[in-house]
């Protein structure tokens, strides 16, 4: 793994989450242009998102364009990355959607104070459950996770024919699309650590008035459930026969 790989990974996270934490902020903060606006648009924007991460880590020299921790996982399973690689990768990744965090803070600046609610700023950053049951949370991330990376291989298997140049991310965020209509209700979806993690942290250090805790105590679903999605889509895929 060469440097270009790595720079491709983070500079793709800081797209992919001044992206996602755009839209997020944009529907959620007040006296925003899109304040209100619903969760069509929050999915389709995390969609785009992840659409346009993945060019801007493909130009840089990242062309497995992972952009998520449990993806990196699940292919060091399959044997693409080694299991220092998945570490250094991951630390990137997660760099680099702290970097996104701090990005989307500086865009939407004005709006933080005009905004009284604190889990509701903190909700641009990272994710949270909509009924707070952990069990019941960790499965949901772990489906959605597990799909996310099943679907992917099934996209790029060999009975589908090969994909023509700059297809692929298309058919990825067409995919982020489908899993954020579908399962992204119950926990909003962060499906990776990069995401929720790296953001998260950005919201634990930055200021703002009225400030909710980062919620620690949920932080760790978002990290661990997806990369049990991950694996388990690697086992599944080989089961099948299709690794």
């Known amino acids: 793994m060469d440097i ?63 952009l998520n ?65 952990i069990p019941a949370n960790f499965i949901t991330e772990m489906i959605a996770t597990f799909f996310l990376m099943f679907i992917i291989w099934m996209i790029f298997a060999k009975p589908n024919g090969p994909i023509p140049a700059g297809l692929g991310p298309y058919l990825v965020g067409m995919l982020i699309w489908a899993l954020g209509l579908s399962l992204g209700g119950p926990t909003g979806y962060a499906m990776s650590a990069a995401r929720d993690l790296g953001p998260r942290l950005a919201h634990a250090v930055l200021p703002f008035k009225n400030k909710a805790d980062s919620d620690w105590g949920y932080a760790w679903v978002p990290v661990v459930a997806p990369l049990c999605g991950g694996v388990l889509a690697y086992i599944v895929a080989h089961l099948l026969g299709v690794l």
């Open 69 to 133: 921790p449990s993806v990196t996982l699940a292919k060091t399973f399959a044997g693409i990355y080694t299991f220092p690689q998945f570490v250094i990768t991951s630390v990137v990744q997660i760099a680099g959607g702290f970097c996104g965090g701090i990005v989307v803070y500086l865009a939407y600046l004005p709006h933080w104070a005009e905004t009284e609610d604190g889990p509701t700023k903190r909700g641009v950053f990272c994710t949270a459950p909509a009924i707070r049951n």
């Open 4 to 66: 270009s790989n790595l720079l491709g990974e983070f500079v793709g996270m800081i797209v992919l989450v001044t992206f996602g934490c755009g839209v997020c902020a944009n529907m959620a903060l007040k006296k925003t242009c899109g304040s209100g606006g619903g969760w069509i648009c929050i999915t389709a924007g995390w969609a785009f998102a992840v659409l346009l991460g993945v060019f801007t880590a493909n130009a840089l020299g990242a062309p497995q364009a992972d």
